[in-house]
Structures are given as C-alpha cells and as structure tokens.
C-alpha cells in the first residue's frame, strides 16, 4: 500500500492506478462482497489486477486462508473479466508478534496462495524486499525508500501485464 505513489508517478501517462484497501482477508467471507463493490462504485474496466492480501487477517488460521482463497479469485475475476492479473507475494515483517504475524506464517500464506495462481504473473516483492530488510518504518512497513523500491517493481510487473495485453489485441 505504502508503494501506491511511486506505483502511479512511474505509470502516470500509461495507466490509470486504482487502489483497493482493505482490512479485511483472505477467508473472510466478507472481503469478496468488498472487490465487488468497489470495482461498482469506480465503475471502469480493469486491463491489469495486481493483488495481494496475506498481511491481514491473523485470527483466521492458514486453514481458513487456504479454504477463502478461491473465493477471493472468483471475486477478483468477476471484476475483471479478461484482465491480466499479478499476484504479490507478502513481504516478510521486521518484528514478528504472537499471536499474530510471523515470517513462518507469511511463508505459508505465500506457499498457500501459488497454489491458487499458478498460470498467473507473480510479482516476487518477498524476494525483492529480502534484499532491504533495512529499510523498514516500523515493524511491517517499509520507510519511503523501501516503498520507493517495491512500488517500482510492481510498476514494472505492471506495465509488462499491459503490454502482453496490448500485443494480443
């Protein structure tokens, strides 16, 4: 989320950036009426859906994150038939907390969701992020720089999905 701005400064004049967020997760049975409701309110049609969610969401168990992962697809899917989509990859934590978030925890979340997105891009912000573990904010979230780093990666995952998008019509 914290990468949204350099996300749209490096895809200004190419593409129009949306940004749904929300707090609820994967394996909430509330967070796919949420994807439909906010692709009603913009109302446009989507080329390129770059997601992730496995940041949220603690008290539900990996179970539960596993048995609402297609649940999430289909909703996301609904919204744009045809897209591109870009699935993200969590980015580890600084700080881990029980019960709460733990990189054992991200890990599986991750291992969990390729299994739904096989077929798809995969945008690996996990990896990337690794690599600057010192940029941190805070115990989650990157400072500007970090932010800085993955938003252009996701820009560049992006603007890859619209030209293969492109070249099949």
Known sequence: RNAVPEVQRQLTGQANVYLMASSFCVGDPYLPKEIVMFAKMEGVRFRVVH????????????????????AYLAALHSIAPGAAFIWATTTAIRVESQPGPTNARINTRNAIAQQFV??????????LMEKHRDLYADDI????????????QAAEEILHALEKSAQKH
Do not use: C, L
């Open 141 to 152: 979230h990157f400072n500007p720089n970090g932010s800085n780093i993955s938003g252009a």
């Open 51 to 70: 997601f992730n969610n496995g940041m949220h969401g603690w008290e539900y168990s990996e179970a539960e994150y596993k048995a609402g992962f297609p």
């Open 118 to 127: 096989r077929g798809m891009m995969v945008d690996d912000q996990h990896t």
